[in-house]
């Protein structure tokens, strides 16, 4: 039997490691100076012993952890540039550090893009669990299985919701409570593995408490949707939708 509890310590322990991997200027999960080889293999002995846990028949460990670890670099190519678009974007913000330890955003964008490649891997059960947690922490929902190209930035961040087969494109902006969701789940599990979730193309930006609904609607590059609109239909590029 799985005692989740300890599960879960576990997973909050390895997100911290790896990001210490990801960013050891900012982050330090041991409280103290790590090579970047020591972090490394601490890393891949927690997330192994959440491997053992969480799957009744044992796969090939090493090829799911090798693969991760082979994305860190471009996972840290993806979030430099959401810290660059939160930094542009946020007059308030006085330094690239300040978004990594101070935005929610950076919070949850971050664990996001390590759960999205599990999730990618098939992975049960942990990448959810990593994106929950963010969701606890941030009152930001994104599901691992979204699809979010480079370049994002979450303003305030409270209440957006982001659902599994959500496609963004690059240079997209949401403002706090931003739902990115489904018309209707009423049919459940018939739905799985079917677009339930809205295409936002590059560089749309969209205002608070904004739904935007719909496997088939596609939201336009270069659009602008205000706050407190409700669409469940595509919207052409170029366009201001109020």
Do not use: W
């Not at 090579?35 to 002995?45: G, I, N, P, Q, V």
């Not at 007059?91 to 949850?108: D, H, K, S």
């Not at 963004?168 to 593995?193: F, M």
């Amino acid at each position: 039997m799985i005692n989740y509890a300890h599960l879960k310590s576990q997973m909050i322990q390895l997100l911290d490691l790896l990001r210490s991997i990801l960013y050891p200027n900012v982050f330090d999960a041991m409280e103290e100076a790590h090579s970047k080889e020591e972090l490394e293999a601490a890393a891949r002995r927690q997330l192994r012993e959440i491997l053992e846990r969480i799957y009744r028949e044992p796969p090939q460990y090493d090829d799911v952890i090798d693969t991760l670890f082979s994305k860190l670099p471009a996972i840290r190519d993806t979030l430099d540039t959401d810290v660059q678009a939160a930094y542009e974007g946020d007059p308030a913000a006085t330094c690239r550090e300040e978004v990594m330890l101070a935005y929610p955003a950076f919070e949850a964008i971050s664990i996001f893009r390590i759960a999205h490649e599990l999730y990618l891997m098939k992975v049960p059960m942990l990448p959810r669990m990593m994106t929950e947690y963010a969701h606890s922490l941030t009152g930001i929902d994104i599901h691992p299985g979204a699809t979010i190209g480079p370049y994002f930035f979450i303003d305030h961040g409270t209440g957006v919701v982001i659902g599994e087969t959500t496609v963004i494109g690059e240079h997209v902006k949401l403002y706090q409570g931003v739902t990115l969701g489904a018309l209707s789940t009423r049919q459940g599990q018939q739905l799985a593995n079917v677009k339930r979730h809205p295409t936002i193309c590059d560089n749309v930006t969209i205002y608070s408490n904004s739904s935007v609904l719909g496997g088939e609607t596609v939201i336009g590059e270069n659009t602008i949707i205000g706050g407190n609109t409700f669409i469940t239909e595509s919207i052409p590029a170029n366009t201001k939708a109020k």
